[in-house]
């Protein structure tokens, strides 16, 4: 569905990232983990993950847009929005989009993996859990480089303190002095974590190459079930 949307708010999150708020003109039913495309052209769509979860976005959709200076592709999308915010005018999106959406009706343990920007697929996913009070194990680790990219890492950790059931990993793949989480490689660190993933439902946000490793390394060394596992990249990836 192609709707417009008015640009509620536009904020950095980190260096280069931004947290970008749309107010559709009518509500859209999504499910957590989808994605919406934001339209720059007739035949130029481009995919964002939802950072907000269904049941609490109040009528608002949520992105985190990294636009490094090599990215032009995300560059140009939050220019457009902070021409749209400036101006007082729309942008038009189609949504939603995505099967890689969370599996309410399972109860399977979760593990939730992102690498950079892709926290906002994980983000969705774990807040709706959270407001819907699933009470299965929930891990989530998040990669980056340094931990100046992990803008929500306070707000993930207060989360753990108050949800008994939920698990935060951070790693960055550059140690520094007074980190106290993971060094190196998101999909190393969990396999070091884990004797085996039989149990879990496993959703996954990152580069697709990062997404047909996962799906490699977990189905061959920890019985992970090739079935119960989602990502986005999979529906363009074998």
Same mark, same amino acid.
């Given at each position: 569905?192609?709707?417009?949307? &008015? $640009? +509620?708010?536009?904020?950095?999150? *980190?260096?280069?990232?931004?947290?970008?708020?749309?107010?559709?003109?009518?509500?859209? @039913?999504? &499910?957590? #983990?989808?994605?919406?495309?934001?339209?720059?052209?007739? &035949?130029?769509?481009?995919?964002?993950?939802?950072?907000?979860?269904?049941?609490?976005?109040?009528?608002?959709?949520?992105?985190?847009?990294?636009?490094?200076?090599?990215? *032009?592709?995300?560059?140009? $999308?939050?220019? @457009?929005?902070? !021409? *749209? =915010?400036?101006?007082?005018?729309?942008?038009?999106?189609?949504?939603?989009? #995505?099967?890689? %959406?969370?599996?309410? /009706?399972?109860?399977?343990?979760?593990?939730?993996?992102?690498? #950079?920007? #892709?926290?906002?697929?994980?983000?969705?996913?774990?807040?709706?859990?959270?407001?819907?009070?699933?009470? !299965?194990?929930?891990?989530?680790? %998040?990669?980056? &480089?340094?931990?100046? !990219?992990?803008?929500?890492?306070?707000?993930?950790?207060?989360?753990?303190?108050?949800?008994?059931?939920?698990?935060?990993?951070?790693?960055?793949?550059?140690?520094?002095?007074? %980190? !106290?989480? +993971?060094?190196?490689?998101?999909?190393?660190?969990?396999?070091?974590? =884990?004797?085996?993933?039989?149990?879990?439902?496993?959703?996954?946000?990152?580069?697709?190459?990062?997404?047909?490793?996962?799906? /490699?390394?977990?189905? /061959?060394?920890?019985?992970?079930?090739?079935?119960?596992?989602?990502?986005?990249?999979?529906?363009?990836?074998?």
């Amino acid at each position: 569905m192609t709707i417009e949307c &008015k $640009v +509620k708010l536009i904020e950095p999150l *980190a260096s280069n990232t931004f947290r970008i708020l749309l107010h559709p003109e009518t509500p859209i @039913a999504f &499910k957590a #983990g989808q994605y919406l495309m934001v339209v720059m052209g007739e &035949k130029d769509k481009r995919p964002f993950s939802i950072a907000s979860s269904p049941c609490r976005n109040n009528g608002e959709l949520e992105l985190h847009i990294g636009a490094a200076e090599h990215n *032009a592709y995300a560059i140009e $999308v939050v220019e @457009a929005m902070n !021409q *749209a =915010f400036a101006d007082g005018t729309c942008i038009e999106i189609d949504a939603p989009h #995505g099967d890689a %959406w969370l599996q309410e /009706d399972e109860q399977h343990p979760l593990l939730l993996i992102a690498g #950079g920007t #892709g926290f906002s697929y994980v983000r969705s996913i774990l807040d709706h859990c959270i407001s819907q009070q699933l009470s !299965q194990a929930i891990y989530l680790y %998040w990669g980056a &480089k340094d931990s100046s !990219q992990l803008y929500a890492l306070d707000e993930l950790k207060l989360i753990a303190e108050q949800n008994s059931n939920v698990h935060f990993v951070p790693v960055i793949e550059n140690n520094e002095e007074h %980190w !106290q989480g +993971k060094v190196g490689n998101v999909l190393q660190a969990i396999e070091q974590d =884990f004797d085996s993933l039989a149990d879990f439902d496993i959703y996954i946000a990152g580069r697709f190459e990062m997404a047909g490793a996962a799906r /490699d390394q977990f189905t /061959d060394r920890k019985q992970a079930n090739r079935e119960r596992m989602y990502a986005d990249a999979y529906a363009f990836i074998s």
